[in-house]
Every structure is written in structure tokens, then in C-alpha cells.
């Protein structure tokens, strides 16, 4: 049974970046953004195994699977490579997935972050990809894809190997569309052109592209003054023909509300506007900064409790020439309670799990030049 891509919507809702008050997440902020995209007739819901150090899927079941019928909404979770040392860590994490959401079947089921090397490799060496698909013969899994963070050739490899994949993941934004590591538009043509349906993560660079600065800001207000930078990205996505639905990680009520608004009545970019996003891509490309997401997966098992998303932000802040004042003092909060920049010992476990491919060790010891003082 293929995806219909006429029942998924447009906009899907992302719990990895869920809100959180005291270090656990907002349950009641989590609840009252549901309820606001339900109501809104919008029902895809992506969690993982590791979000939130495992609390997202459980959040699902208390935000979603115990407030709404289980044929309202769709839920997505995905398989993790990492996790994966014997072929009984399968079940084994599966039933987990499945306890902690208080589900019988997920909607779709993803191997995630399926890459060039270690990932692909474990994936194919336990066999997942027919384990996933004996999963749907037994009404567990509904439709089975995969989340890429890979090559184009190795998207193909996959592809021609793995012709009962229905559906592909993959970052998709117009920051990264030429980025010559993510490659998102080659990868979005080989989907295209096969015809399989994609579902977008990152269509905002994780927030990168909701906080431009004021010289690529103002470009958008003159042509629509009331839009944000975020709307912007999310519509330049939502044109492209062959994305079936769009991921936004959102972490606040005020943000499901405009993403809510932007898909309500979608309105995708006229020519004009494409050239006009064209350029403020060009604009925004000269300038060399860090291309963090802020999945966060280098966090959990950095030994020096090093909160490297956000100093890399500092390090942007600073590449953006928006004051060293304000790099600094943000820099400074960030470490407060863990370890600073110059503290990384270079074991690399944050470059082996980085899906944006990072040389995170080298970026630390440059952020340490400028911050450590």
C-alpha cells in the first residue's frame, strides 16, 4: 500500500525541539500546540528514539495518543543505526517505541539518518530494511521510508537496492540547496524524478533561517511586509512540486500559530519571489557560517558536557558582525554549568553522529581563539 499523498498535510508537526520549562518538557504548552494544529485539520506527528533523550515519544502518547482517537492523527518514529549492536536490538527497541508512544502500529516508520558509512552499513548488515518490511506485513508499520543525510550516489544505491521504500526524508531549504555537503536540491531531483513522495526536515536550517539578519530581512518586507523570515523559507519548500510534507520543529505556541497561518490557504512563491529568495541565498552563502541545525546529537555524549549548537551561534553571531558584545555575553550563558570551547578533548564522538558532517573538533578550537579570553 503506497502513501496517499492526498490525505498527508502540507505542514507536519516535529517533536524534537519541544518546549521545556525546568529542563522537562512543557506538557501543557505541548498539549495546547496539538490541539491548535488538530484543530486546524492538520494530523502528522514526527518523533524519534532519541528526541529529547527519549521523553518525546513519550510525550506523544500524553499529548496525543491519550487525547485523540488513533485514527485522527499519523504518527512517525524512526529505527537508530547507533542503537543497533544485535539483530534483537530491533524488537527490542521497537517494542520499546511502542510502549512509550501507547500505540499498536506506527503510520510510518523510518530508519533514521540513514548516511554514507556506519549508519547504511548497520542498517544493511541487520538487515532492516526487510525486518521493517516484515513489520508492515504484520500491520505494525503502515508505510516505511527512511531519513538521509547521505550522498546523491548513495541515495540511488539505496534506491535501486530498496525499490519497496515508499516515502524519503531528507533536509531540504534554500540555504542548502547548492550546499556543496548537503546537496538537498540533487537529492531533491532523484526523488522527483523517480516519483516518490518526500517528506522535508530543516526547511528552516533549525531556526537559521528565521533569524536572518536586517540587510536579507528588509529584502523581504519590501515585497511583503507582514511575512516572516520563517514563512518565507517554509513557502519556497512548500512550492516545490513532489513534497508530500514539511517538518517544523516548533517550540512554541506562537510558532505553530504563524506555521499554522502560513499553510492555511498556502500561497506558493510567484517567479518574482523565487528570484528574490535566489537572491537573498546568494547574499546569505558569502557569508561563511557554521551550518549547525541544532539537532543536538553531538550533546548527549560530549564527556565535557559541551553545549556545542549554541556555541556555534555565538561563533555565527560573531561571523555576522552583530557585535562582539553580544556574542560574548551570550557565549558566556551558554557555558555557565558546562564546558566552554576549549574544553573539548577532540575524541570525536560529536563528528560521528553530526548529520551535517561538522568538523566540529576543528570548529571548537576556532571558537575557543575568539572566545576564550
Known amino acids: 500500500m503506497s502513501v496517499d499523498t492526498s490525505k498527508m498535510p502540507k505542514l507536519g508537526f516535529g517533536l524534537m525541539r519541544l518546549p521545556e520549562k525546568d529542563g522537562v518538557i512543557d506538557h501543557e504548552q505541548v498539549c495546547n500546540m496539538v490541539d491548535a494544529y488538530m484543530s486546524a485539520g492538520m494530523n502528522y506527528f514526527d518523533t524519534a528514539y532519541v528526541y529529547h533523550g527519549g521523553r518525546s515519544e513519550v510525550e506523544a502518547r500524553h499529548a496525543i ?12 518514529t524512526k529505527l537508530p543505526a547507533w542503537s543497533i549492536k544485535t539483530a534483537e536490538d530491533r524488537d527490542r527497541i521497537f517494542n520499546e517505541q511502542r510502549e512509550r508512544a501507547g500505540v ?20 544493511e548488515k541487520f538487515d532492516c530494511f526487510n525486518w521493517a518490511m516484515q513489520k508492515k506485513a504484520e500491520g505494525q508499520i503502515k508505510h516505511f521510508g527512511f531519513s538521509f543525510h547521505g550522498t546523491p550516489q548513495l541515495l540511488e544505491k539505496v534506491l535501486d537496492k530498496h525499490p519497496e521504500v515508499e516515502f524519503v526524508q ?3 531549504n534554500y540555504c542548502d540547496w547548492d550546499n556543496p555537503v548537503i546537496q538537498s536540491g540533487r537529492l531533491y531531483d532523484i526523488l522527483s524524478s523517480r516519483g516518490i513522495p518526500i517528506i522535508v526536515m530543516e526547511p528552516i536550517k533549525g531556526g537559521t533561517l528565521a533569524n536572518i539578519n536586517d540587510e536579507y530581512l528588509d529584502l523581504y518586507k519590501q515585497v511583503r511586509p507582514e511575512a516572516s523570515a520563517a514563512s518565507w523559507a517554509l513557502r519556497f519548500v512548500g512550492s516545490l512540486p513532489g513534497v508530500m510534507t514539511i517538518l517544523s520543529g516548533m517550540s ?10 502560513t499553510f492555511t490557504d498556502f500561497e506558493p512563491l510567484s517567479e518574482s519571489e523565487k528570484e528574490l529568495v535566489a537572491e537573498v541565498t546568494r547574499r546569505m552563502n558569502g557569508v561563511a557560517l557554521i551550518g549547525c ?10 564527556p565535557m558536557s559541551i553545549n556545542i549548537p549554541e556555541i556555534f551561534k555565538a561563533v555565527n553571531t560573531l561571523r555576522l558582525n552583530d557585535g562582539e558584545w553580544r556574542a560574548n555575553n551570550y557565549y558566556r550563558l551558554v557555558t555557565e554549568g558546562g564546558g566552554k570551547a576549549g574544553d573539548c578533548i577532540g575524541c570525536g564522538q560529536c563528528e560521528g553522529v553530526c548529520p551535517q558532517h561538522l568538523p566540529i573538533i576543528d570548529l571548537m578550537k576556532q571558537a575557543s581563539e575568539r572566545l576564550d579570553k
Open 65 to 76: 495518543v491519550e487525547r485523540y482517537p488513533r485514527d485522527s492523527f499519523m504518527l512517525a
Open 104 to 123: 499498536e502500529y506506527f503510520d510510518f516508520y523510518l530508519l533514521h539518518s540513514l548516511e554514507d558509512g556506519s549508519n547504511y552499513d548497520t542498517y
Open 170 to 172: 531528507i533536509q531540504l
Open 252 to 261: 512554541a505556541e506562537a510558532q505553530m500559530q504563524e506555521n499554522i497561518s
Open 293 to 302: 541545525t541544532a539537532c543536538r546529537y553531538c550533546c548527549d555524549g560530549c
